[in-house]
């Protein structure tokens, strides 16, 4: 097994999701530049938070024309796994590989700090071992994560259970209250139809050792490798 | 040749930013102003010789491919000499 950690110029959440993978996760991990083309050796990516050629335009917008995305879409669409975190979720957006985009927060403020989060839906590759009755603490650290979408859009992904995580207050509840961007039903993460590639705002790769306020994020990382291992075998 | 290309958010999608303009706008005084919206505008030169019609064509598609996020954002191109 393989984990990969794309690298932009701009990417900043880079180190923390290696260090995560190698040290929490135990599997080898490399970084692959954005320049890169062959994917052959890896068995999940990850796209991690940062500010990718600096937010121009739109954030993710124009890393999405970088030569690893066509790779990226490639190794989607062989059944991979991708996970975007934060700015790697507005990228695989912007990509097409998720619908809906991330829009500016309601309040117009860059949002630092631990929110709550709902796991809901434990079927796919990379929460099958997220306990689904606890209330995740997971920090967020964004401009853009006010995720948008047409009502179509919004029932197709209810209907199909994409939406895998949202926000929500201490007991669970998703309240507008708890909501801390605007996003449209709470949403904080969401996958495409074939569950393979997850998109989320929050960054769990923050949240893997009880040194930083919470290790809830470490499930997420150890589920993905589980489904990777359980495939290889 | 250039092409003038504004980017804006589609009628349906709330502009924060447009919002907060619009309350400095009427902290200045200006009470009798409905709405403020906010966009983009982007000025593409293109080489003298190019046709116009080939020039507004690349335009177009660099505004639908490029410029504008179609889930959110609307555009109009213009052509000016």
């Given at each position: 097994m393989k984990f990969g950690v794309v690298v932009f110029?701009?990417?900043?959440?880079?180190?923390?999701?290696?260090?995560?993978?190698?040290?929490h996760v135990g599997q080898p991990v490399d970084f692959i530049w954005h320049q890169e083309t062959d994917l052959s050796c890896f068995d999940a990516v990850i796209v991690p938070g940062g500010f990718s050629y600096g937010d121009y335009l739109r954030a993710g917008a124009l890393a999405r024309f970088s030569p690893v995305m066509k790779a990226i879409k490639q190794f989607a669409d062989d059944g991979k796994f991708v996970f975007g975190i934060c700015n790697g979720f507005q990228i695989l957006c912007e990509a097409g590989l998720l619908p809906g985009v991330l829009m500016r927060n309601r309040s117009l403020h860059f949002v630092c700090k631990h929110i709550n989060l709902r796991l809901e839906n434990q079927n796919t590759p990379f929460t099958s071992e997220v306990n689904p009755n606890k209330v995740l603490s997971i920090p967020i650290a964004h401009a853009e994560g006010n995720y948008t979408c047409d009502d179509a859009t919004l029932n197709s992904l209810e209907e199909n259970g994409q939406i895998v995580f949202r926000y929500c207050d201490e007991n669970g509840d998703a309240t507008d209250e708890s909501n801390p961007n605007g996003a449209r039903s709470n949403i904080a993460g969401i996958c495409n139809q074939t569950r393979n590639v997850l998109g989320m705002m929050p960054h769990p790769e923050r949240a893997c050792e009880e040194m930083l306020g919470s290790n809830d994020g470490r499930d997420i990382f150890r589920s993905?490798?589980?489904?990777?291992?359980s495939i290889n075998v | 040749m250039k092409a003038i290309v504004y980017v804006t958010l589609k009628p349906s999608v709330l502009d924060p930013q447009g919002k907060a303009i619009h309350h400095s706008v009427e902290l200045l005084g200006h009470k009798n102003i409905g709405d403020i919206r906010q966009g983009k505008y982007f000025e593409i030169a293109f080489d003298a010789a190019i046709p116009e019609a080939e020039a507004s064509e690349s335009a177009k598609r660099i505004a639908k491919d490029v410029l504008a996020n179609p889930v959110i954002e609307d555009y109009t191109v213009e052509i000016s000499k």
């Open positions: 110029p701009g990417s900043n959440c880079d180190h923390d999701a290696y260090h995560v993978v190698s040290k993905l490798a589980h489904t990777v291992a | -």
